[in-house]
């Protein structure tokens, strides 16, 4: 809506910065006048009652408007193109995958080496774990950034990460990075400041110089890493004080009440999508909003800042997309993508960690009735966002979805999810799983676990052929299943060659506190040079996780537009949905141990009747039978039927 006061205000500030009256200048312009209202509404909603709102609302506005003058020309020219193209992110001609660049390239510069690896499998969108400088033995695998701005020189130089952008949007690449969004490094300048007395930076922290308020805050605030870090508090001699550290102890929790912490990492976004950033993964969004007496997890006000930081990007680099890290439980992570009058208007992604740790329920069991019931609210997703789709990443798997779900299938939660980790972690008897618990909280018993792709569906275990394929039919059906369910498929590095837990994080002080880092593999070039080796493990792994990437970029009906229905169950070990388009795609998976049947009439509860179908992944052709008769999985294997040309019936 035009407000005169502040669109005047906006129009003399940009005449004031030379913004022009042309070109990318003028669409600039329009996008800050169209979006000017939001960003003021949502800044007043958090910080009217600041003293210093007003001023740093200028400067809210100067970082936009300094931001947007920075952009090069290539990176305005290709907003302007993502643009037209409308919500490019949803394509299904992009693959990711998520990778440290010192474990898998050596460095940024190492990295441009390994493109054409990348190419060769079929990726084309590149996760970059943090770059940027992090003190070494207290990083957090990079999630505590000591400087926003700087690469640590153990990856290189800011420069080199210019290249490597460079190269891959020459490539046809896209990039996707992280903002440390909810803590820094307590070495950051910030916090050396703040540790020194000075009262500006200490308002950029939470710190408090008695038990009391702390006290306050620990009563509802659950634990994050209650092992290695418990409470949320740490003391500082230093200052003096109390300070809030969520995660671990070096990691100091910013207070995104003061504004000025708010603006200066909008910056910090800024910069990031100014290096050419096309998803911005944020981490930790859910913590960025602490009040007492909560538990500082999904407040309101975490989603009106992530709904502000999305208007202002639309501005500023309206190319970028945004990526929440919410790991959070399934009726909260749909907030997300905005609610009332702001639906779809706040991250553009978030990861689909429900479904993810549904299909390690479904692995484990053999049953899917648990997945299905968590499908109704999973498919509350407004249009135009997405899912990022996976089976591991560098992080734990938490069991987070509703008891209610487990219920559902008929289950005891308190049960299922002791016998999820027991036999994640090996523990259960039969168990082929090689992981651990992560995080174990001793008061609630709560876990997570950890542990490679390949070590958790058995292949660290399998010694006979018999074994070595049943892992390699366990891996391909998980990835099969997060590759063909909607949203953007994000492989983890290593996953792709099947490597197994690597325990020798154990000898290295800064890391066997955390044993995610059994996950993390280092790559080791040889034994990927095995993927040419037929039969070789490595090979088998490699060509079908290349095959599963070329159907999904095949089949447009595997762009996030909505166009999931799930087949109703008919066989409790087989998970199936149609992909819908112009032919539709049935994509069945079975979780089973052993041959499943499938009643063909599970094909005929659609509006149109299929006739002959064509499996694209074992290259068979069928013919849809009667209801008596019945479609075979083989155990753990999958299918991806297309119906053939005019083959659809309607129903009498
Ligand atoms: C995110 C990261 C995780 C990290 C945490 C704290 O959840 O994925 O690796 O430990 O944030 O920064």
């Known amino acids: 809506m035009y407000q005169y006061s502040l669109h005047e205000r906006l129009r003399k500030l940009c005449q004031k910065q030379q913004i022009g009256y ?41 970082t936009l408007i300094d931001n947007h003058k920075r952009r090069s020309q290539t990176l305005r020219q290709r907003d302007e193109t993502k643009a037209a193209a409308g919500h490019w992110f949803l394509s299904n001609e992009l693959a990711g995958m998520s990778l440290y660049v010192d474990r898998f390239a050596g460095s940024l510069q190492g990295m441009q080496e390994k493109l054409d690896y990348c190419k060769e499998l079929g990726i084309n969108l590149l996760h970059l774990m943090p770059v940027f400088e992090s003190p070494e033995g207290e990083s957090d695998g990079g999630y505590a950034v000591s400087d926003f701005r700087k690469v640590a020189s153990r990856f290189g130089s800011l420069i080199d990460l210019q290249q490597l952008q460079q190269q891959m ?164 992570i749909m907030k997300y993508f905005g609610t009332g009058n702001r639906i779809g208007q706040e991250c553009d992604f978030a990861y689909h960690a429900t479904q993810m740790a549904l299909q390690w329920d479904a692995l484990a069991t053999g049953d899917t009735r648990v997945m299905l019931a968590a499908q109704p609210q999973l498919l509350q997703k407004p249009p135009g966002c997405s899912w990022i789709t996976y089976t591991r990443c560098h992080d734990d798997i938490g069991l987070g979805y509703d008891d209610s779900m487990i219920a559902a299938a008929g289950f005891d939660p308190y049960e299922h999810r002791k016998f999820l980790k027991q036999y994640y972690s090996g523990e259960a008897e039969g168990s082929v799983a090689s992981g651990a618990l992560f995080s174990v909280n001793p008061k609630t018993q709560d876990a997570r676990i950890s542990g490679s792709l390949a070590s958790l569906c058995g292949l660290e275990k399998a010694v006979t052929s018999d074994e070595i394929n049943l892992a390699i039919r366990k891996i391909l059906l998980m990835q099969a299943q997060s590759f063909f369910i909607g949203g953007l498929p994000m492989l983890f590095y290593g996953d792709e060659l099947g490597y197994t837990n690597d325990y020798s994080y154990l000898t290295d002080p800064g890391k066997s506190y955390d044993n995610r880092w059994m996950h993390r593999p280092l790559i080791n070039w040889s034994k990927n040079e095995r993927r040419h080796e037929a039969l070789r493990t490595e090979a088998l792994v490699f060509q079908a996780t290349q095959k599963l990437i070329r159907l ?34 049935y994509c069945l998976f079975n979780y089973g141990n052993k041959t499943s049947y499938l009643t063909w009439y599970a094909f005929k509860e659609q509006e149109t009747i299929p006739v002959k179908l064509y499996d694209h992944w074992e290259g068979k052709k069928y013919m849809v039978g009667a209801d008596y008769e019945y479609l075979l999985i083989p155990p753990y294997g999958f299918c991806l039927l297309e119906v053939m040309d005019n083959t659809l019936l309607t129903p009498q």
Not at 36 to 61: C, P, Q, R, V, W
Not at 208 to 233: C, H, K, L, Q, V
Not at 556 to 561: E, G
Not at 567 to 583: E, K, M, Q, T, W
């Open 169 to 332: 949007q020459e490539a046809g690449m896209y990039l996707m990075l992280d903002i440390v969004l909810n803590h820094t490094s307590q070495q950051h300048i910030w916090a050396q400041k703040a540790r020194k007395g000075d009262p500006v930076y200490q308002e950029y922290f939470y710190m408090y110089p008695d038990r009391s308020i702390p006290d306050s805050f620990d009563a509802a605030m659950p634990e994050i890493f209650p092992e290695t870090a418990p409470g949320n508090f740490t003391w500082n001699d230093q200052a003096k004080k109390w300070i809030m550290t969520v995660f671990h102890q070096y990691q100091w929790d910013l207070n995104y009440t003061n504004p000025a912490v708010l603006i200066d990492m909008l910056d910090n976004i800024l910069f990031y999508a100014n290096l050419g950033v096309d998803i911005l993964r944020i981490d930790a969004p859910a913590f960025i909003w602490k009040v007492a007496g909560t538990t500082c997890q999904n407040l309101p006000q975490a989603h009106q800042i992530l709904q502000l930081i999305k208007q202002c990007v639309a501005v500023a680099a309206p190319g970028m997309a945004l990526l929440g890290e919410a790991i959070v439980a399934p009726s909260e």
């Open 22 to 62: 042309e070109g990318s200048d003028l669409l600039f312009y329009t996008r800050l006048s169209a979006n000017a209202a939001a960003i003021h509404e949502l800044y007043t909603g958090l910080y009217s009652n600041h003293l210093m709102a007003d001023a740093l609302f200028e400067k809210l506005l100067l």
């Open 552 to 585: 999904r970029k095949q089949f447009p009906q595997f762009a996030d537009k909505g166009n999931i229905s799930w087949l109703r169950p008919h066989n409790i070990h087989v998970a199936g949905f149609i992909r819908h388009g112009d032919r539709p795609l």
